[in-house]
């Protein structure tokens, strides 16, 4: 049976990643299959997984403790700041629109 565990945090930069990737592997050394999930992340942090695609660093660390291949499915929607009012929006690993005002 699939089970899901949700993190959630009061605030940015409360710990929630950290938890969240060590939850995974422990859960891997104790033989469970997991993965993490952000729908969406807002951060200038990104990394390239094996297949060319752009997510958040925090996913692809997440999943590297649960013993798993980093997957953009992991964290479909990132948001990058390009300013104090804007963002580059990115779906499925892959940059697509600037929001903003100003």
């Known amino acids: 049976m699939t089970q899901a565990i949700m993190l959630q945090?009061?605030?940015s930069?409360?710990?929630k990643s950290v938890l969240v990737a060590g939850l995974c592997r422990i859960f891997y050394q104790d033989g469970l299959?997991?993965?993490?999930?952000?729908?969406?992340?807002?951060a200038l942090n990104s990394g390239i997984t094996?297949?060319?695609?752009?997510?958040g660093r925090a996913?692809?660390?997440q999943a590297e403790a649960a013993g798993i291949?980093?997957?953009?499915?992991?964290?479909?929607?990132?948001?990058?700041?390009t300013s104090d009012r804007k963002s580059a929006?990115?779906?499925d690993g892959q940059s697509?629109?600037?929001?903003?005002r100003g």
Do not use: C, W
């Open 9 to 11: 945090g009061t605030a």
């Open 13 to 15: 930069d409360v710990g």
């Open 33 to 42: 299959r997991t993965a993490p999930f952000k729908s969406q992340n807002m």
């Open 50 to 55: 094996p297949d060319g695609k752009e997510m």
């Open 59 to 61: 996913q692809i660390f």
């Open 69 to 81: 291949a980093p997957d953009v499915r992991m964290n479909p929607v990132l948001l990058k700041p």
């Open 89 to 91: 929006g990115g779906i």
């Open 96 to 100: 697509r629109h600037r929001y903003g």
